[in-house]
């Protein structure tokens, strides 16, 4: 008997779809540093109706060329925040979360009939994913990536050209979210390489990919790398795309920064990676081009930066799960099918669907009551992070001026200051010389030329963490003195009329309870 839409939707896969959307509004963190500036770029874009030219955030990037990348993005969110507030941010990241999850599913149960086991490869993907998760446009962007190889495997496995059709519009759309649509030509062109090496140098009994060195996959390729002007910078995007890697390569910033195993956070990859290793050497002689170039490509790219990871994490299940079936259809053949048990799909007994419903409705409960501690406790460790009480402290009680401040702190000051405070740095970094961020570093190290070298670049308000070499400097210069100390954070002002009614305190724990 055909199962009912109510049983579909009570079967394991679209169980976990499901649980993977309430645990994303549920729990989502709205704590990552650059979703503060996003979300103020987003409403000075819904105020003005027109994209800066220049930044308008920074006193050390003032007047510099400014691209907005992922403008819609940011005014998504802003709209979004405007009318509901966290929750509505929280449901369109859950969104970009599920449709990613939907994605890896997807491209899995290409190769894999049985959906029990895509979902479960999809669940992999996403738990990787999971430590990257943040308000931020590369969540568009890891949601496309899956699509784009998702059409791609489709018109691998049928020829159909309408799976190539969708990757007109995407890369239309794509540039206007986030500038990691490179990632997605990148795709494109290992798919072709793949193909051409099939031709040239094929691997024993590898299947070649002789379709996509035909006109039309060449022509819609042309088509998607000019689709990509359909923004307000047209081709001038590649010309940014190029400024980001050759700063980033170059990067004091940790996710420009290769991973660090010793965290444990990061040791996940080493078990990805070993996973994606046996699978190839498994398949031996029947690995494919594509399974080494397209894998390959973005695990030297995860092991040059970490914000890499994001692309490794969605793209490694698909593989996998197209090397487990070409290892199950070497070895197996059970019932006529291919890959037996594993691969095929298999009826659910009855008793599965009312467990699969249970657990839906424990993991809403769990959520629903869980989920208000948790944030709580993320919230707490936003204060911790982000210098709250400070900046309630210099927004009622010290007049306008620049700002120097922690790099990691910049986004939360533009989202709370701008326009009175402008800050040093923050983490969009792009707008900055690296002339500025070396000056930067030279000055949070706390050297003994950091208070000459803010009195250079005109910082009238410094505003940096209690306990470092840094404040310790100001705190003995004889150009700033200290108008407010808590445990974690401090400022400092110059000495000056301007800052004269300010008054000057020791370097202890002062008006934090009036300011939380």
Request: hydrophobic share 50%; charged share 15%.
């Amino acid at each position: 008997m055909k199962p009912t839409s109510l049983k579909r939707l009570l079967e394991f896969d679209a169980m976990i779809g499901f649980i993977i959307l309430i645990a994303s509004v549920g729990l989502m963190p709205l704590n990552d540093p650059d979703f503060f500036w996003h979300l103020k770029n987003g409403e000075l874009l819904l105020a003005n109706r027109v994209l800066f030219e220049h930044d308008p955030f920074s006193h050390t990037a003032a007047g510099n060329p400014l691209q907005v990348t992922g403008w819609f993005f940011d005014a998504a969110i802003a709209y979004v925040w405007q009318d509901y507030g966290a929750i509505g941010i929280r449901a369109i990241s859950a969104f970009f979360i599920t449709l990613t999850w939907l994605g890896i599913y997807k491209c899995a149960n290409l190769f894999i009939q049985r959906n029990e086991t895509c979902a479960l490869f999809a669940l992999f993907g996403i738990v990787l994913l999971a430590p990257l998760v943040a308000v931020r446009p590369n969540l568009f962007t890891h949601c496309a990536v899956v699509w784009v190889l998702f059409c791609l495997l489709g018109f691998m496995k049928s020829n159909r050209i309408g799976y190539l059709l969708i990757l007109i519009p995407l890369f239309a759309i794509w540039p206007n979210f986030h500038y990691g649509f490179a990632v997605g030509l990148v795709l494109i062109g290992l798919f072709f390489a793949s193909s051409i090496l099939d031709r040239l140098a094929p691997l024993s009994s590898s299947r070649p990919l002789s379709g996509f060195l035909r006109s039309a996959p060449i022509l819609i390729s042309v088509i998607c790398v000019l689709a990509v002007a359909v923004n307000p910078y047209g081709l001038q995007v590649f010309q940014e795309l190029v400024m980001m890697a050759l700063r980033g390569a170059n990067s004091f910033v940790i996710e420009w920064q290769s991973p660090n195993f010793k965290v444990i956070l990061q040791k996940g990859l080493l078990v990805s990676i070993f996973c994606y290793l046996a699978v190839v050497f498994v398949t031996g002689r029947k690995s494919s081009w594509l399974m080494l170039l397209v894998p390959g490509t973005m695990l030297y790219a995860m092991l040059l930066a970490q914000r890499n990871q994001g692309f490794w994490a969605v793209i490694l299940p698909v593989f996998l799960a197209i090397g487990i079936s070409e290892i199950l259809n070497q070895r197996t053949q059970l019932d006529g099918q291919p890959g037996g048990q594993v691969l095929r799909h298999v009826p659910h007994p009855p008793f599965a669907y009312y467990l699969n419903a249970v657990i839906l409705l424990v993991t809403v409960v769990a959520v629903f009551l869980g989920g208000p501690t948790v944030r709580q406790q993320r919230a707490d460790a936003v204060a911790r992070l982000y210098p709250a009480a400070a900046v309630n402290f210099m927004v009622d009680n010290i007049p306008d001026g620049n700002l120097f401040n922690r790099y990691g702190s910049g986004g939360y000051l533009i989202w709370r200051t701008y326009p009175r405070f402008p800050v040093f740095v923050d983490g969009r970094y792009f707008p900055y010389t690296p002339e500025t961020m070396q000056i930067y570093e030279h000055i949070i190290a706390g050297l003994p030329q950091s208070v000459e070298l803010l009195k250079n670049h005109n910082v009238e308000i410094a505003l940096v963490d209690t306990n470092t070499a840094l404040s310790e400097l100001l705190y003995l210069s004889q150009d700033f003195r200290i108008v407010y100390s808590d445990a974690e954070h401090s400022i400092y002002v110059v000495d000056t009329d301007k800052f004269a009614r300010v008054e000057t305190v020791e370097r202890a724990t002062t008006g934090l309870e009036a300011y939380e």
